[in-house]
């Protein structure tokens, strides 16, 4: 949750700077109008300078400019003039008459009195927010960072969770569905990180609806993930695999894996059955939902329509996410995927192969009402269909095998708290599919949401590669082949029990129960406990790369860890792996700051 929280405070903060750009431009921009300080033709208006040093436009030896600049300047003044603000809601006027989205008019900067200075402001407060951040954020440490969400909240919601606790799940749920802050982890599609999607004007008009920005619009100064794959695939040959090292990339880049690739992330089964006809029926439907029906509400506004329940809860849920999220001047972090933040060095820690909750499957039984009752009760109320009920779990366990486990009707509270029923475990769809990923979760998040985050070693490459540049850039570094983005990571592991990292990933996660047997000297004490009841000496595998800003000079580093059979919670105390991340930023101050 510290995560998502820290990640909003960044686009927070970002807006702010902005909008107090703007403030500044347009109190300058009132003056300016008030005294004629436009129609200078010595210096210029007083927007010039600033214009120049952001490169919207390039100076001139004794302030000659171009004919195309000279249009720029024209366009600018003409932001000044008094009924600016009245063409401006012509135009917009014009747009609605042309059936553009209502909400359009509302997005950021639309409708600004003087529309060519927000923009010079956006590119003011973006420069001012680096600057803040690399004053005041030095190192960033994610532990077990849920980068694309998860299912177990939404699960919360659709259905209650008691986790553990001495209530019921439909008791719990009352709690969950006052809190907020549970979607700030809903489950975000990995295919918003990418460029190629076939519906670009779709993915613009959700942009302009929500305040957010479309994924070109978000990858304005980086290259596009699908850019990089063409390179590293031409590299591939008979005795050559690029992907090797990076089974991860591999999986996000290459194979483009999502939550719904291997089976459906949520899925209600719905039968029809006549009064007398027993479970179950002939009449038999399915709907799935993927993480776009939970980006864009489509799921709770479904399972508010399938479950008549008293008040509406899931109607109010998906009020209460268009409200926090949709309707704010901060953009929708919700419907992008996040990319890694301007800050000098940033480590991220996370736990693999442990059983973890990646999917559910709900069941509705829909009988034909008889003629007595229809849909009302005897007294005449409406009749409600209860909790939506949930069917089966779909669980990633260790090395990405996929089980599907039914879930027992408890016959009494006592049941369902203290005596809970042996669960049925099966491999998912009859063994089809049984393996998905080369690991699973932490137990909490799962690995698809925390594995992004090996998207953000390609930072420096993806920076190197983009030619669409707002700002004067600096000459940049490249580490290593230009034509193949995964050159620039370095991988190394420790072995489970072992003591010092070895270049390389390892010996295959699926194989050998994680022992890497061609370095057994490396091999200790593997410590089965610890006092502090976390896991002793897991192997653990290592991913680290270097970057640095064209923009500012700076020089960064990108380090992810994964630890394996590490739980979600044993994250923050277990030893090995805070000592290891750690030690990444102990390195990184001495060669900073010398203080080590």
């Not at 990180?193 to 779709?202: H, I, K, L, S, T």
């Not at 794959?229 to 690029?242: F, G, K, L, M, W």
């Not at 399972?303 to 409200?323: A, R």
Request: charged residues 30%; aromatic residues 10%.
């Amino acid at each position: 949750m510290g995560n998502a929280v820290f990640r909003y405070f960044l686009e927070w903060l970002r807006v702010q700077m902005q909008h107090e750009a703007y403030a500044r431009y347009a109190q300058q921009a009132e003056h300016a109008i008030a005294t004629a300080a436009v129609s200078s033709h010595h210096r210029g208006p007083f927007w010039r300078g600033r214009a120049i040093y952001r490169n919207i436009v390039g100076g001139r030896e004794n302030n000659t400019y171009t004919e195309e600049e000279d249009e720029i300047f024209v366009d600018f003044t003409r932001a000044f003039e008094p009924d600016a603000t009245e063409k401006s809601k012509s135009n917009h006027q014009n747009k609605e008459n042309r059936l553009e989205d209502d909400d359009e008019i509302n997005s950021a900067g639309s409708t600004r009195k003087y529309p060519k200075l927000w923009e010079l402001a956006k590119m003011e407060g973006d420069s001012q927010w680096i600057d803040w951040l690399g004053k005041h954020v030095w190192t960033y440490v994610g532990l077990a960072a849920p980068l694309l969400g998860a299912p177990g909240p939404l699960r919360s919601v659709l259905s209650g969770e008691n986790m553990g606790l001495p209530f019921t799940d439909e008791e719990a749920r009352i709690l969950e569905l006052s809190f907020g802050s549970t979607s700030s982890v809903n489950p975000i599609p990995t295919k918003m990180g990418f460029c190629d999607d076939p519906d670009d004007r779709e993915d613009s008009r959700r942009a302009k609806r929500n305040k957010s920005k479309s994924r070109k619009e978000q990858n304005r100064n980086l290259a596009c993930l699908d850019e990089l794959v063409s390179d590293i695939e031409a590299r591939a040959n008979e005795t050559y695999n690029p992907w090797q090292d990076y089974p991860a990339l591999r999986l996000l880049l290459k194979d483009r894996v999502d939550y719904d690739s291997a089976f459906p992330m949520i899925r209600v089964e719905r039968e029809f059955c006549d009064e007398s006809e027993k479970s179950p029926c002939a009449n038999q439907t399915a709907i799935d939902f993927s993480a776009q029906d939970v980006m864009n509400g489509n799921i709770f506004d479904q399972f508010s329509n399938i479950w008549k329940e008293e008040k509406d809860p899931l109607g109010v849920k998906l009020e209460q996410l268009q409200d926090s999220w949709w309707k704010g001047n901060v953009p929708n972090m919700l419907e992008s995927t996040p990319e890694r933040p301007h800050i000098k060095h940033v480590v991220m820690a996370y736990g693999t192969d442990v059983p973890t909750e990646a999917g559910y499957i709900y069941k509705k039984i829909d009988r034909k009402p008889n003629r007595s009752n229809n849909t009302t009760s005897v007294e005449g109320k409406e009749a409600f269909d209860g909790v939506p009920e949930m069917h089966k779990v779909i669980w990633e366990e260790k090395h990405g095998r996929i089980i599907e486990e039914s879930m027992p009707e408890p016959s009494t509270f006592t049941e369902s708290i203290l005596f809970k029923k042996k669960q049925t475990r099966r491999p998912f769809n009859s063994g089809d599919s049984s393996l998905w990923l080369h690991h699973s979760g932490d137990g909490t998040i799962p690995y698809l949401s925390l594995m992004w985050a090996h998207t953000w070693l390609l930072h420096a490459t993806r920076a190197m590669r983009s030619t669409n540049h707002t700002m004067p850039m600096l000459e940049g570094e490249r580490i290593s082949n230009p034509h193949n983005a995964l050159d620039s990571i370095k991988v190394s592991h420790r072995p489970k029990g072992g003591n010092d990292w070895i270049q390389g990933y390892g010996a295959d996660p699926r194989v050998d129960e994680n022992y890497d047997y061609s370095s057994r000297s490396n091999i200790g004490d593997t410590g089965t406990s610890h006092p502090h009841g976390t896991k002793y000496k897991p192997k653990m595998v290592r991913f680290q790369s270097e970057g640095k800003s064209r923009s500012t000079g700076m020089e960064y580093t990108t380090t992810v860890i994964e630890a394996i059979g590490v739980e979600h919670k044993e994250t923050t105390r277990n030893y090995d792996i805070l000592a290891a991340a750690f030690t990444d930023v102990l390195k990184n101050l001495n060669e900073d700051y010398g203080l080590v």
